[in-house]
C-alpha cells in the first residue's frame, strides 16, 4: 500500500539560491515542510516519507540547502520505480556523491527519512509526496479520510 499526494508550486517564483521571489526569508524548503505537515495531517498517522520530483526540481531543493558542490539529490528511477543496488553501482562509478534523504521536519519524527527519488515524468512545477511503508508489509490496514483525496496503489 502506498498513499501519494501532488503538490504543485509556481517555479518561477523562487530564484535560483531557493528563496521564494514575494516572501521575505522563504525558501522553497519552507514549502516542502509545510506540504509534509499537510500530508501528516490529512493521512495521520502516516508521513510522507518519498519525495518524488524531477531534477529541476531537486536542483531547486540542493540550492536551498547546505549541500556540497560534488553531492546530487535524489535516487534515480525508471518511471517512479527505484532500483536501489543500481543507484549504488551508480554512484560508486561516479564523482558524485548521492544525496538519498532528508529527514523529516515533522515533530518528533525528525529522525524520519524522507527519500528523495527522482521521476522525470513530473513537471517543473510539481512534485508526490508518498508514504510507502518500510518494512514490507503489504497488508498494512489504512483508513483514508476523506477517501476522494487519495490514490491507494497496490
Known amino acids: 500500500m502506498s498513499i501519494n499526494k501532488k503538490y504543485c508550486f509556481k517555479k518561477n517564483d523562487y530564484n535560483p539560491n531557493g528563496f521564494h521571489q514575494y516572501k521575505d526569508d522563504y525558501l522553497f524548503l519552507d514549502f516542502i515542510r509545510e506540504c509534509e505537515s499537510d500530508f501528516f495531517q490529512e493521512f495521520y498517522p502516516f508521513l510522507g516519507n ?4 524531477n531534477i529541476s526540481t531537486m536542483n531547486l531543493i540542493k540550492s536551498c540547502s547546505n549541500f556540497d558542490d560534488n553531492e546530487i539529490i535524489g535516487m534515480e528511477s525508471l518511471d517512479g520505480e527505484v532500483d536501489i ?9 561516479s564523482e558524485f556523491r548521492t544525496v538519498y534523504a532528508i529527514g523529516s521536519s515533522i515533530k518528533g519524527k525528525e529522525d524520519e527519512p524522507v527519500w528523495l527519488v527522482v521521476d ?18 503489504e497488508e498494512e490496514k489504512f483508513v483514508p479520510s476523506p477517501k476522494e483525496k487519495i490514490i491507494i496503489l497496490k
Open 50 to 53: 518519498g519525495l518524488f520530483a
Open 120 to 137: 522525470d515524468n513530473l513537471k517543473d512545477s510539481e512534485f508526490i509526496l508518498k508514504y510507502v511503508p518500510d518494512d514490507g508489509n
Open 85 to 93: 543496488d543500481l543507484n549504488l553501482k551508480l554512484e560508486n562509478k
